[in-house]
């Protein structure tokens, strides 16, 4: 297997700018989480899904964050407009169950100016 | 009371010497103790992971500590090496309650000098 797989690896935008990142869990796992890495606040949970079915999205930090998972295999995470202090690093992960361990993708370094 | 406190921040060992990452969490609920170990420009991995019913695990070079009663777990790797510098993260979580989601320390940098 793959592993989970993320891109682009690394995203420069402008400010006020749309960003789109994106994932494809491991197949077969029906969960499917968003987290945002930074210095300060280390790993934050943004979103996550199960079934395709956004189940707690409390983590977002504003109507700004969006997320989707059209299927089993896809979701998206989507800043619009982005700001400077949306550059971190984004990492999603994938489990099987309630019981499986989590497997991140390497991440995606955002870095708005 | 969600929040689990990881310490030391960052961490400087020598070859050979034992590397020891302390945590703390407030939440009685929780029943999963994972540790990741994060390499610069990936994602975080699973090393270790203990349950409350028992008190230490270990796995090689790696040993999990648990304190129930403290609400306290700690991470201690034996004879570390320089391949062994990378981010520790302890997480916690209450499978019964939140759907297993994991809470995660704030991490500890480790560096092992040669």
């Known amino acids: 297997d793959a592993g989970v797989i993320q891109s682009p690896r690394h995203e420069v935008t402008e400010m006020g700018q749309e960003v789109t990142l994106r994932c494809k869990p491991i197949s077969g796992h029906d969960y499917l989480f968003w987290y945002r890495q930074t210095m300060m606040r280390g790993l934050e949970l943004l979103i996550y899904?199960?079934?395709?079915?956004?189940?707690?999205d409390s983590g977002m930090p504003e109507d700004r964050f969006s997320a989707k998972m059209p299927n089993a295999s896809f979701s998206t995470l989507k800043i619009q407009p982005s700001e400077p202090r949306d550059s971190a690093v984004y990492f999603c992960a994938s489990r099987r169950g309630v019981l499986g361990g989590y497997t991140f993708g390497s991440g995606t370094r955002l870095t708005v100016v | 009371q969600q929040q689990v406190k990881q310490s030391p921040q960052s961490l400087i060992v020598q070859k050979g010497g034992i590397s020891i990452i302390n945590c703390a969490y407030e939440?009685?609920?929780?029943?999963?103790f994972p540790w990741y170990q994060q390499f610069p420009g990936k994602g975080p991995a699973l090393l270790i992971a203990i349950r409350p019913d028992v008190s230490e695990k270990k796995e090689g070079r790696v040993t999990i500590s648990f304190n129930k009663s403290a609400k306290q777990f700690s991470l201690h790797i034996m004879d570390s090496q320089p391949g062994d510098s990378a981010t520790y993260f302890c997480?916690?979580?209450?499978?019964?309650?939140?759907?297993?989601?994991?809470?995660f320390g704030k991490g500890t940098k480790l560096s092992v000098k040669p």
């Open positions: 939440n009685t609920a929780f029943d999963y």
């Open positions: 899904f199960n079934n395709n079915v956004p189940i707690d």
């Open positions: 997480a916690a979580s209450n499978y019964g309650g939140s759907q297993g989601n994991l809470i």
